[in-house]
């Protein structure tokens, strides 16, 4: 971390090779932003990995990790407004939560520029669903800027901050998951730390600020005429590219990931088609697209995931009266997904078969066993899943919600039935307890998320009276997305703050029923879960245990540690598999006789498990070497 941190910062020209998100920062440091804000989710969580391995004392920017994404864009819009270069970031989902704030910041007048980093998510890798935020583009008449690669990503940074510094508005840089991901050697210029004025900057009269009725018609003209602008400079940018392979019979519009895509699957095409790489995707560049389309018979519009620039594309071809055949999505598959080399082939045979044969059909020549998504060793939700299911029910309704607990929906737990987005789950329960005198509700929520954006749903639950119980499941950081610190960790980038306790919070709102327990403390976690459930009305139960993937991590760190793990004791074991199929640690492993054994590479030693086994067989771990008795 530290010697990124020094290449993040080096004044002198050189090429490394870096993941796109790296690639990023260092973009961020030379355009001299100055505001950087984010909620964690992949795939942008190593954007914040390397802003960290910056020291603070030499970061050039302020950084912080807000409560979510709709106040990390407010943050952003403030310090823009103040005439600060200002960049917010965070992954597909979180622009539905940004977007009461996003879809308004076209309308005003920023000052030092605002860069909107999206880390959209074709094929659903890290996501509940695979959105096409180029949508929320055209809403809210913002710029969209595509990269393709870690290189593009870096230049394409550079361009937008320009682009939003000189028309004082928003710019999108849609980078995709394996955009993010991917790695290349990028060779970045020299780069000499400029002085900046951080004096606040905020003038009344670059408003209007204020977006009520008898404003909102002067604001969205200003809005379309910097797109218009926009548009203008598209070409001007240097940000599309053409691949001129002289052939005038076909042609091909891509832009981003794709573009790789389609030239691996054309890897061993002759003639190959002409290709007009995009750089700006929206507002589009007519001039350049129709002349595209006027010097090629036919056109293939290769677009990943919605045809939002298919349409765009045809209607202004039929506007200029040309009679170039433009192809575009061929079927339901060609709209789902990553448009990996293979799929891009499958659709270049679809559309022109004499280009490229059928790819050949998956043959399974291994049989490969499934692998289930697993909580890790010693997780305190597996044992609070454990424990929990002994107080319900099988006619009681779960809930779950955003986090490494929504695994608990797998086997053997199949805990929380019903799944949306960051912090629904007390709304949903408390729509489910509506006429409900049969079935209990039991809503899920872990502390991150519970910072997040449970908090109106929760006062929503106490003020109507809902009848629902909330399992929050505290582990002291966000874990699903790299433990990244929250409101309760009592950290953050910039080092210690004062923790905001769960249960304070929840006491101030007026909740009167709060138990709370470790969850390696499963009797006692199975007897609170019931009383709570017995309370009419709402009740919360807190269950606690930090997340031992980062816990033994520190542990690692520190002199003389010593691994430990459980034992099987084979003459105590009856072979009932309670620690396989009900408690389900993935350290237990079941041979072909039944006989369970301990992957020493996976157990961490925690002992959770002992107390699951009905015959005790499971031994705990030995105490280190040294210990006190």
Known sequence: MKLMG????????????????????????????????????????????????????????????????????????????????????????????????????????????????????????????????RHYARLAYTPVFEPADPAEVHSFYLEAARLSRRLHMPVILRLTTHVCHAKQKVSFPAWQPAAVDRAPRFDVANGPYIPLP????????????????????????????????????????????????????????????????????????????????????????????????EMEIKAKAYDLGLRTKIWGKQDQEDWIGEYTPDKVGGILHKVW???????????????????????????????????????????????????????????????????????????????????????RVLVFMG????????????????????????????????????HQDHAGSGRNVLGTTPRIPIRRILEGFGVESIFETDTYQQEQLTDLVGKAMAVEGFSVVIARHPCMLKFTREQRRKPGFEPRRVDIDQKACERMHVCVAAFGCPTFTRGPDGRIEVNPDLCIGDGSCVQTCPTRAITPPARPSGANA
């Open 6 to 133: 020094e290449m993040l910062l080096r004044q002198e020209a050189f090429a490394e090779i870096v993941m796109g998100n790296t690639a990023l920062v260092r973009a961020m440091v030379e355009a001299g932003t100055q505001v950087i804000t984010a909620y964690p989710g992949s795939p942008t969580p190593e954007i914040a990995a390397a802003i960290v391995s910056i020291p603070a004392e030499q970061r050039p920017f302020y950084f912080e990790f807000s409560t979510n994404e709709k106040v990390a864009t407010e943050v952003a819009y403030g310090a823009s407004v103040n005439g600060h270069l200002a960049t917010v970031f965070f992954k597909s989902v979180g622009l539905n939560v940004a977007a009461d704030t996003f879809v308004q910041l076209s309308l005003m007048h920023l000052a030092g520029g605002l860069v909107v980093v999206l880390g959209d998510d074709p094929g659903a890798n890290s996501s509940q669903n695979e959105q096409d935020n």
């Open 214 to 309: 008898f404003s909102v018609a002067e604001l969205k003209r200003r809005a379309l005429d910097r797109l218009a602008a926009v548009r203008a400079q598209a070409v001007r940018c240097g940000l599309h590219r053409l691949l001129d392979h002289g052939n005038r019979r076909r042609g091909v519009i891509t832009w981003g990931l794709p573009f790789l895509s389609l030239m691996d699957a054309l890897e061993n095409v002759q003639p190959r088609p002409d290709v007009l790489k995009l750089g700006v995707v929206y507002p589009l560049d007519y001039g350049q697209i129709a002349a595209f389309l006027g010097e090629h018979q036919e056109v293939l519009v290769l677009e990943e995931l919605d045809d939002l620039l």
């Open 353 to 439: 078969p004499d280009l490229l044969p059928a790819p050949p059909e998956a043959v399974d020549t291994v049989q490969v066993p499934e692998r289930p998504p697993q909580m890790c060793p010693g997780c305190g939700h597996r044992s609070a899943f454990h424990a929990i299911k002994q107080a319900l029910s099988a006619a009681d309704i779960t809930v779950a919600d955003i986090g490494c607990h929504t695994l608990g929906y797998l086997p053997p737990y199949e805990v929380g039935q019903l799944l949306m987005c960051m912090g629904a789950s007390p709304g949903i329960g408390a729509g489910l307890s509506l006429f409900n005198r049969s079935r």
């Open 447 to 482: 502390d991150s998320t519970f910072y997040h954006a449970a908090m109106p749903g929760v006062i929503n639950a106490l003020h109507n009276r809902h009848n629902i119980t909330m399992i929050v499941m505290e582990n002291g950081t966000t874990a699903m997305t790299g």
